[in-house]
């Protein structure tokens, strides 16, 4: 299972004497942003409860949650009725990291995405997209449609028939964000147990014992699974969600040259081809420190930590045996899939490929300029029983448990709203009733975060 963390580090040896007779009233397992987040709000509004966060890693957010784009995305691309909750956490999500990064000192840079459709029927997929922006609380100030000539304007080097411009859209370093979110929830009396694996959990009349490095236990009172790309595997091991199977996908990035920094204002990103698929046509893409890069894409690989050869050899076999065996044997039997999967391999293969994804809409740009590799990151999808990818997250409550899987793009984005809402429905489940309802929560009060996800 996956785990990541903060300031606060306990080595093996530290968490061999502390786990022979330890209880928590909660534990939660993954730190990267989500588990953080989760942690950082159970922490103020529960002061006398001991609460742990188990992470494999040796810091947080290691893995997806500091692997991104690093983008704060607006609500524009969420369907408002289909995806209606990630839709809220992202509009208020904005919001909360803009604050945050006020109060923390960390940079957090306005500089709008563009959205661009290079043919008639991409444009009209920009229509909806308008409209579901709208709906989901963009304002006509923070949300344009450009023709051809409006587009030259904006960004004379991007070519396309017509482009969204939303400007409620920033850039940040969300493993910085984690790492400071992370030292507050340290603050607030939350344990972070860091370069510790839960190896297993077994289950107990009032609660689960959580086996450390496969050799230490723990007792919960309550577990949290925010485990990421192993979320799903430890759902399993609690029997919840056996239904449900999961896909690995790699995506990769290409640094581009300094002599291209400030070809354009914003990030750009084309009308997703294949909006059913998690395979994301690469993107222009601004960082906070004024860095460009091109990515990612979506390369299926078979371990959430699939970032080598070595890795996804180890794992090939028992995650083949577990897709053919499950719902997940339809969509790999699937002609579509198999296509689009195969044109993902031949972007991580070439450079060019990838890359000329980017030139179609940014002719500028030479392929033969990029000699730099940026980091991959490593997004997991769940596929249902009749072989299709589940669309949004997935909230499963169990025996003194609650899972959460699927938690995807724009998953940094909405990771402090959302945390608020799971805080939430815990209570609502019977699992934790939290021993202060509308703490102050740094520079939030809980009542008010819950209530806008509330709707």
Same mark, same amino acid.
């Given at each position: 299972?996956?785990?990541?963390?903060?300031?606060?580090?306990?080595?093996?040896?530290?968490?061999?004497?502390?786990?022979?007779?330890?209880?928590?009233?909660?534990?939660?397992?993954?730190?990267?942003?989500?588990?953080?987040?989760?942690?950082?709000?159970?922490?103020?509004?529960?002061?006398?409860?001991?609460?742990?966060?188990?992470?494999?890693?040796?810091?947080?957010?290691?893995?997806?949650?500091?692997?991104?784009?690093?983008?704060?995305?607006?609500?524009?691309?969420?369907?408002?009725?289909?995806?209606?909750?990630?839709?809220?956490?992202?509009?208020?999500?904005?919001?909360?990291?803009?604050?945050?990064?006020?109060?923390?000192?960390?940079?957090?840079?306005?500089?709008?995405?563009?959205?661009?459709?290079?043919?008639?029927?991409?444009?009209?997929?920009?229509?909806?997209?308008?409209?579901?922006?709208?709906?989901?609380?963009?304002?006509?100030?923070?949300?344009?449609?450009?023709?051809?000539?409006?587009?030259?304007?904006?960004?004379?080097?991007?070519?396309?028939?017509?482009?969204?411009?939303?400007?409620?859209?920033?850039?940040?370093?969300?493993?910085?964000?984690?790492?400071?979110?992370?030292?507050?929830?340290?603050?607030?009396?939350?344990?972070?147990?860091?370069?510790?694996?839960?190896?297993?959990? !077994?289950?107990?009349?009032?609660?689960?014992?959580?086996?450390?490095?496969?050799?230490?236990?723990?007792?919960?009172?309550?577990?949290?699974?925010?485990?990421?790309?192993?979320?799903?595997?430890?759902?399993?091991?609690?029997?919840?969600?056996?239904?449900?199977?999961?896909?690995?996908?790699?995506?990769?990035?290409?640094?581009? #040259?300094?002599?291209? !920094?400030?070809?354009?204002?914003?990030?750009?990103?084309?009308? #997703?081809?294949?909006?059913?698929?998690?395979?994301?046509?690469?993107?222009?893409?601004?960082?906070?420190?004024?860095?460009?890069?091109?990515?990612?894409?979506?390369?299926?690989?078979?371990?959430?930590?699939?970032?080598?050869?070595?890795?996804?050899?180890?794992?090939?076999?028992?995650?083949?045996?577990?897709?053919?065996?499950?719902?997940?044997?339809?969509?790999?039997?699937?002609?579509?899939?198999?296509?689009?999967?195969?044109?993902?391999?031949?972007?991580?293969?070439?450079?060019?490929?990838?890359?000329?994804?980017?030139?179609?809409?940014? #002719?500028?740009?030479?392929?033969?300029?990029?000699?730099?590799?940026? !980091?991959?990151?490593?997004?997991?999808?769940?596929?249902?029983?009749?072989?299709?990818?589940?669309?949004?997250?997935?909230?499963?409550?169990?025996? !003194?448990?609650?899972?959460?899987?699927?938690?995807?793009?724009?998953?940094?984005?909405?990771?402090? #709203?959302?945390?608020?809402?799971?805080?939430?429905?815990?209570?609502?489940?019977?699992?934790?009733?939290?021993?202060?309802?509308?703490?102050?929560?740094?520079?939030?009060?809980?009542?008010?975060?819950?209530?806008?996800?509330?709707?």
């Amino acid at each position: 299972m996956r785990h990541c963390t903060a300031t606060a580090t306990i080595i093996p040896a530290q968490v061999a004497a502390y786990a022979m007779t330890k209880r928590f009233d909660v534990v939660i397992v993954g730190a990267g942003i989500l588990g953080t987040s989760i942690a950082y709000f159970l922490g103020h509004l529960n002061p006398s409860r001991e609460i742990a966060v188990v992470e494999q890693a040796l810091r947080v957010a290691f893995h997806t949650s500091g692997r991104n784009t690093g983008k704060v995305h607006a609500p524009y691309l969420y369907d408002p009725k289909k995806k209606a909750l990630t839709a809220r956490a992202s509009f208020h999500g904005y919001a909360m990291w803009e604050e945050y990064s006020k109060n923390r000192g960390l940079p957090f840079k306005r500089d709008g995405v563009v959205e661009v459709a290079m043919d008639a029927d991409a444009t009209g997929v920009l229509d909806r997209h308008l409209q579901w922006g709208m709906e989901n609380g963009l304002g006509e100030d923070e949300i344009m449609l450009l023709d051809r000539a409006e587009m030259e304007k904006r960004e004379p080097n991007v070519k396309c028939e017509a482009a969204i411009y939303c400007g409620r859209d920033a850039s940040v370093d969300y493993a910085a964000f984690t790492r400071a979110l992370g030292g507050d929830t340290t603050a607030a009396g939350v344990r972070f147990l860091l370069n510790t694996r839960a190896t297993g959990i !077994s289950r107990i009349d009032d609660g689960w014992n959580v086996t450390l490095d496969g050799e230490h236990e723990v007792e919960a009172g309550l577990l949290i699974n925010a485990a990421g790309g192993e979320a799903v595997d430890l759902a399993h091991a609690a029997g919840v969600a056996k239904d449900l199977t999961d896909v690995h996908f790699r995506g990769e990035y290409w640094r581009a #040259p300094a002599e291209y !920094s400030g070809l354009t204002h914003s990030s750009v990103y084309s009308v #997703p081809a294949r909006p059913e698929y998690p395979f994301l046509d690469p993107h222009w893409i601004v960082r906070s420190d004024g860095t460009c890069e091109v990515g990612p894409n979506a390369v299926p690989v078979f371990s959430p930590y699939g970032y080598t050869g070595r890795e996804n050899a180890r794992r090939l076999v028992p995650k083949m045996f577990e897709m053919l065996s499950s719902g997940a044997r339809k969509m790999v039997f699937d002609r579509q899939f198999q296509k689009l999967a195969l044109g993902e391999v031949r972007s991580s293969l070439s450079k060019s490929a990838m890359i000329g994804r980017v030139q179609s809409f940014l #002719p500028g740009i030479d392929p033969g300029r990029f000699t730099e590799r940026g !980091s991959a990151g490593i997004r997991s999808s769940v596929v249902d029983s009749g072989g299709h990818f589940v669309p949004d997250a997935v909230l499963a409550p169990g025996h !003194s448990s609650f899972h959460i899987l699927n938690y995807n793009s724009p998953g940094a984005t909405g990771a402090l #709203p959302f945390a608020a809402h799971i805080v939430g429905r815990l209570g609502a489940e019977g699992l934790l009733k939290n021993e202060m309802e509308d703490a102050q929560c740094g520079p939030w009060r809980f009542g008010e975060v819950a209530a806008h996800m509330a709707g």
